[in-house]
T-cell receptor, first 114, second 115 residues
C-alpha cells in the first residue's frame, strides 16, 4: 500500500533514556515533517525536511534530532527523555512544488515516558 | 503569525442532524485551508481542502467554503451519521511556493453523534 508508515506504534520508556521513531513514505514525496500532538490533542509542527535538508526547526529542545538518510525516510531521535515528552508523534509528507501543501500523515507513535 | 481558531467542543448531535463546525484563521497572504479528521486511535486523514478565495471543498457529504472576507472556513454536513464521530481539525498552510511549510492547526473539535 502507498502510505506514510511509522514504527513503533507504541513506545513506553523510562525518563533519561534515548529512543528513536522511524518514518517512511512510499508516495515519492520530497518533503517530510514531524508533528507533536499533546494530551489535549493540539498539533504542532516540529520539523520539516525537503530533499533531506532541514527547512523548519520550530522551538524544540535540542534533545530532539531528526535524521533523513534519504528522501523517503525521516527518523526522530530523542535523547534524555523527559515526562513532558509524552505525546503522540506524527510523521507526514507532501510533494514539493505543490501549490497548496497537502500533507499525508502517518498513523502516529504514542510515546509514554515514565 | 498564522493562527487557526475553532470551536473546541465536544459537540454532541443526534444522527441526521445538521452540523456546523466554525473555523476562522489569521494569516498573511493567501493560505490554503484544510479540514482533517482523526478517528479514535488513528492518524489524521485529509477530509477536504480549498486553495483560494470562494473555493468550496467537499468530500463524503462535508463541505467548507473559503471566505476571505470573513477569514473563515466553516465545516458543514447536512445529515451526520454515528460513523462521523471523530475529532476534526481546521488547518492552514502558507503558500510560500516551496511546499515545506508546516500546517498550522486549530485545537480540534470533538464531534459525538448519538444514534
Amino acid at each position: 500500500d502507498t502510505a506514510v508508515s511509522q514504527t513503533p506504534k507504541y513506545l513506553v520508556t523510562q525518563m533519561g533514556n534515548d529512543k528513536s521513531i522511524k518514518c517512511e513514505q512510499n508516495l515519492g514525496h520530497d518533503t517530510m515533517y514531524w508533528y507533536k500532538q499533546d494530551s489535549k490533542k493540539f498539533l504542532k509542527i516540529m520539523f520539516s525536511y525537503n530533499n533531506k535538508e532541514l527547512i523548519i526547526n520550530e522551538t524544540v529542545p535540542n534533545r530532539f534530532s531528526p535524521k533523513s538518510p534519504d528522501k523517503a525516510h525521516l527518523n526522530l531521535h530523542i535523547n534524555s527523555l523527559e515526562l513532558g515528552d509524552s505525546a503522540v508523534y506524527f510523521c507526514a509528507s507532501s510533494p514539493s512544488g505543490s501549490s497548496y501543501n497537502e500533507q499525508f500523515f502517518g498513523p502516529g507513535t504514542r510515546l509514554t515516558v515514565l | 503569525g498564522n493562527s487557526v481558531t475553532q470551536m473546541e467542543g465536544p459537540v454532541t448531535l443526534s444522527e441526521e442532524a445538521f452540523l456546523t463546525i466554525n473555523c476562522t484563521y489569521t494569516a498573511t497572504g493567501y493560505p490554503s485551508l484544510f479540514w482533517y479528521v482523526q478517528y479514535p486511535g488513528e492518524g489524521l486523514q485529509l477530509l477536504l481542502k480549498a486553495t483560494k478565495a470562494d473555493d468550496k471543498g467537499s468530500n463524503k457529504g462535508f463541505e467548507a467554503t473559503y471566505r476571505k472576507e470573513t477569514t473563515s472556513f466553516h465545516l458543514e454536513k447536512g445529515s451526520v451519521q454515528v460513523s462521523d464521530s471523530a475529532v476534526y481539525f481546521c488547518a492552514l498552510s502558507r503558500n510560500s511556493g516551496g511546499g515545506a511549510d508546516g500546517l498550522t492547526f486549530g485545537k480540534g473539535t470533538h464531534l459525538i453523534i448519538q444514534p
